[in-house]
């Protein structure tokens, strides 16, 4: 096995486990997959880790328990995931899952309406990003009127619930973290509902799982100092950026970088998804802009002709 750089992959929603199987694969061929218990040792017992990776999967979305738990049973390795303890009591989304398919002109409206009544005007943008400059009461302010305006019921339920959480805890491969209660941008947030929104997922997450809650991982990766000192105080021992980077022991423990693909759409992951599992490798490896290129232009071929995937061939 070659000597490759230690490190942490995350992933979100799995909707396609064909491709995360053929992702699974080739890690397995080129690193050791190690548990967050692992890593912790690894910072601070001093314990060494050569090859090792660890997969990380945020939000807790309902397809981690149908699809990838299935994979991990498969393939005996150790995972973990982070979510929000009372979307899972609740059994509901979280905002971004709710807006998912709105039309976007009325949901412009309708925040255009909310932020001018409280002084603030805006400009017609792309409603995702721009909905995370605002504090989550305000975001869950303009979902409810937009349900209420347009007789748009909730979606059904796209998150594990209490009890499945409590079942993937118990097959003793997955480690569950916590990751805020409503997914807010935790720096937009004042210091009252910041630290609510973390306090009070590690302790709702602790009473579910009956047991101590050690990780975290940042919604969005933002995070500043007044994040890290609410979870030393909250005893959390690794909290998780999505800065890329490898790890290393030189890693400040609460803003620990990670690796991981970005959104590529489900025609390019179904049309080639063993090429698609190399990309990850490639982006692991620190060749973004390879990768990069070859999707941007929605052509793999030119990318899997391209010298440098032959080059990293010999890992796979």
Known sequence: MKILPNTIITLHEINDPRWLNNVIISLKKN?????????ENYYYNNIDLKNACHLTFDDGDLSFYNN?????KKHKIPVSTYVSPLIARENRNFWFQEIRGYNQEKLFEITQKIINDKNRNIQPVAMNPF??????ETILEIIKLYQKETNTPPKPPMNMTKKQLIEIKSSGLV???AHTLNHPILINESDESATYEIEKSIDQLSEILNCDTRYFVY??????????NILKKKGIKLAFSIKRGKISQLNNTYCIPRSGSPFVSPSIRNRSPYIYSKCILMLILGEEKYYHYAT?????TSFINNIQLKTYERFL
């Open 31 to 39: 690193y050791n997959i190690v548990s967050v218990d692992n890593l």
């Open 68 to 72: 990838v738990l299935p994979l991990i």
């Open 131 to 136: 909905l995370k400059t605002l504090q989550i």
């Open 175 to 177: 480690e569950i973290g």
């Open 219 to 228: 919604p969005n990766g933002d995070y500043g100092e007044r994040e890290i």
């Open 296 to 300: 941007s232009k929605g052509w793999l």
